[in-house]
C-alpha cells in the first residue's frame, strides 16, 4: 500500500501537470499576440503609404488624407498595445521599431501638410519618406522573426501562408499606386524589389497553393474562391501598369482582398493550421 508521502507526492505531481496543461494555451497566446500585432501593423504602415501615394496623384483629396489617418491609427494602437517579449533582442527591436515609426508617422504627416498648403511636393521627401517606410517593415520583419525564435513558437504554416499574401497584395497595391502618382517604383518602399509584374504573378501562384491546402474548411474555400476572382478582375490592369492606370479600382479591390485574407488567416490561427 502506498504511503502517505508517496500519494502526495503523486497529488503534487497530478497538480502540476494540470496546471501546465491549463496554462499552456496562454503561453502559447502571448507571442501567437504579439506576433498578430506586428503583422497587423505592418499591413497598416504599408497602408499608408498607398494612401499617400493615392492623396498625391488625387490632387490631396480629403478622403485618402482620411484614410491616411485612420491607417496611422491603427498602427499606433498596434504598437502601443501593452505587450511583453520573449527575451532582449526582441525587445530592442521593439524599442528600435517604435522609434522607426515616429520618424515614419511625423515624416508623412509634414508631407501631407505640404501637400495641403502647396498643392504638391518634391520628389526627394517623398523618396526619403520611402525610405524610411522601407526601413520601418524591415525592422518590423526582423521583430517577427526574432519573436518566434526566442518564443519558440512559431506561426502555423497555413496562418502564415496567409499573412505573406496579404503583405503582398498591399506591396502590389503600394507599387502601382506609386507608378501612377508618378513618383516612380523607386519611392515605393517596403523592401520589395521585384519587378510589379513579377509580383503579381507570384501572388497568383501563392494564392492558387493556398486554395488547393487540404485542410481548407469549404468555408475557406469559399473565401478564397472570392478573393481569387477580385484578383483576376484587377490582374490585367496589374500587369499592364504602363497602359490606362486605374489606382482608385486597384486601391479598392486590394483593400478588400486584403481584409478577406486577414479573415482567412484568423480561421487558420483558430485551428493551429
Known sequence: MPSRQTLAS??????????????????????????LHVHQMR??????????????????????????????QQAQAKLDTPSTMPGEDSATLRARLASEWQHYQDTLQGLMETMRKQGFTDLQPVASMADSNR?????????????????????????????ELSLLMQGIAVDYASRSASVGASFFGGGEEHAL?????LLATRLDTLTQAKQN??????????????????????LNYNQNTVPFLVSKYSNSIIEELENVAAQYAANQL
Open 43 to 72: 499591413l497598416a504602415v504599408q497602408q499608408s503609404l498607398g494612401d499617400f501615394y493615392m492623396f498625391s496623384s488625387m490632387d490631396a483629396d480629403q478622403r485618402y488624407a482620411r484614410m491616411i489617418n485612420t491607417s496611422l
Open 135 to 163: 526601413q520601418l517593415m524591415e525592422t518590423a520583419q526582423t521583430l517577427y522573426l526574432k519573436i518566434q525564435q526566442e518564443s519558440g513558437y512559431v506561426v502555423p504554416t497555413l496562418t502564415q501562408q496567409s499573412r
Open 197 to 201: 509584374d513579377e509580383q503579381v504573378r
Open 217 to 238: 474548411t469549404p468555408k475557406i474555400r469559399a473565401e478564397l474562391g472570392n478573393i481569387a476572382n477580385k484578383f483576376h478582375y484587377i490582374e490585367k490592369s496589374l
Open 10 to 35: 503523486f497529488k503534487c505531481a497530478f497538480l502540476s501537470l494540470a496546471f501546465n496543461l491549463l496554462l499552456a494555451p496562454y503561453l502559447l497566446a502571448a507571442p501567437a499576440d504579439e506576433l
